[in-house]
């Protein structure tokens, strides 16, 4: 394992293998701080920013609020007569957005799970990546609402509307910027002199994969539990004919 320095906030592992990670977790960054939440990407290359970022991050400040309202104000008129929840979800504007993230809408949320590990199972679960490793990212609940709360929100949308947000242990960080998560945390603590940890980075070689999602599997970590529908059913039997003795 090679352990980086905090520098601004941040701190980075390389992992040699997938049995690093239990130690990591449960002897340094769990006993650490408990208030942290995880997101697992297939790609190093990736930044923590959400899908509408993503897609209007090259527009002026004016044109990505502008473009943002009118992506919300559209799916609110294509959803009316589709959903029960209607009434409910249309008075709180963080309610459609997650009903949309759940339907593959561009959105300003970016999923993260209270669990490491389930964290770790999106991370490998595509056997599709164009890196080396996969990565796993932690983030402080508390830095967020005390030191980004101008920027970043955390947001637990009503259970009944999703309930796959109930077994992958969720919640979403609602972006009130068109800045990127980690470039976030480096302006704001590129000047301060503190020690703990905002955001950790966790890289584990993608060649792990296997023994990785074996391991999780015998916990109960899948496809088939973290999507209760007939979706997870069908990706979770497609994993299972892919790995051998799974």
């Avoid at 990736?46 to 002026?60: D, I, V, Y």
């Avoid at 164009?130 to 609402?145: F, L, V």
Wanted: proline share 2%; aromatic share 12%.
């Amino acid at each position: 394992m090679i352990e980086s320095k905090n520098i601004n906030g941040i701190k980075e592992y390389t992992l040699e293998n997938w049995d690093e990670y239990h130690s990591l977790i449960v002897d340094k960054i769990r006993n650490i701080n408990k208030n942290y939440v995880f997101r697992g990407q297939r790609n190093t290359d990736w930044k923590l920013e959400p899908t509408l970022n993503r897609t209007l991050k090259f527009h002026s400040d004016n044109n990505f609020e502008k473009y943002k309202k009118l992506q919300i104000e559209n799916f609110k008129k294509s959803i009316r007569g589709r959903t029960t929840f209607y009434k409910d979800l249309i008075a709180d504007d963080r309610e459609v957005w997650a009903i949309g993230q759940h339907h593959f809408l561009n959105t300003p949320l970016l999923d993260f799970t209270e669990s490491p590990y389930v964290a770790a199972y999106f991370a490998f679960s595509d056997e599709k990546t164009e890196t080396d490793y996969r990565i796993i990212y932690g983030i402080s609940q508390k830095n967020i609402s005390e030191k980004l709360s101008d920027d970043l929100e955390l947001f637990s949308p009503i259970s009944d509307f999703n309930n796959r947000l109930i077994s992958q242990s969720g919640l979403f960080v609602n972006f009130k910027t068109k800045k990127d998560l980690e470039s976030l945390i480096v302006e704001k603590y590129k000047e301060e002199r503190d020690s703990k940890v905002k955001l950790f980075k966790i890289k584990i070689p993608t060649t792990e994969r296997e023994k990785c999602l074996k391991s999780l599997n015998r916990m109960n970590i899948n496809h088939n539990t973290l999507f209760p529908d007939l979706y997870g059913a069908a990706l979770y039997c497609n994993i299972v004919l892919r790995i051998d003795n799974y």
